[in-house]
């Protein structure tokens, strides 16, 4: 029986190593990043104030003063039956099985800000802006009547 020699390979540069550590702080922000959408997704708010209309929860948030607002243009509105209205194109933003936020372009070609996860239940704003937002909230009526009573209050 004859002995077993062991030839073993030169280990590789640390700098090779920098791949590995690369690929996994990539892979960690992305899992990051998809739980914090996760949570977000589910805590969505939108404040009627005295400054205007707050859209809080996650990168397309922002405060929208009343002057941009045509709250004499907003309806209630049913993205299932409502076809110019319904979002084709997600230009930057999330688009998942129900959940849509951020910026879309709607059938008709306009341009939009949406926070929706019921497409039956919808507050579509039109803004001065050259964009309408559109918030999925359980009563959509009582949000724009808020937002009318608190313009009216600034008056």
Do not use: C
């Amino acid at each position: 029986m004859t002995a077993s020699t062991v030839f073993p390979m030169i280990p590789a540069a640390s700098k090779s190593l920098w791949f590995f550590v690369i690929i996994g702080l990539v892979l960690v922000g992305a899992l990051l990043m998809m739980g914090w959408l996760a949570w977000s997704m589910r805590h969505a708010m939108f404040t009627v104030s005295n400054e205007g209309l707050r859209l809080q929860g996650d990168l397309y948030g922002r405060l929208i003063p009343f002057k941009s607002l045509k709250l004499d243009e907003a309806v209630v509105t049913n993205l299932n039956t409502d076809k110019d209205h319904q979002p084709k194109w997600r230009t930057m933003g999330t688009g998942l099985p129900g959940y849509a936020a951020g910026w879309f372009k709607l059938r008709n070609g306009m341009k939009a800000l949406l926070y929706v996860t019921d497409r039956t239940h919808v507050a579509r704003i039109p803004t001065t802006e050259g964009y309408t937002v559109m918030l999925s909230v359980a009563d959509p009526a009582a949000l724009i009547e808020e937002l009318s009573r608190q313009q009216q209050a600034l008056k």
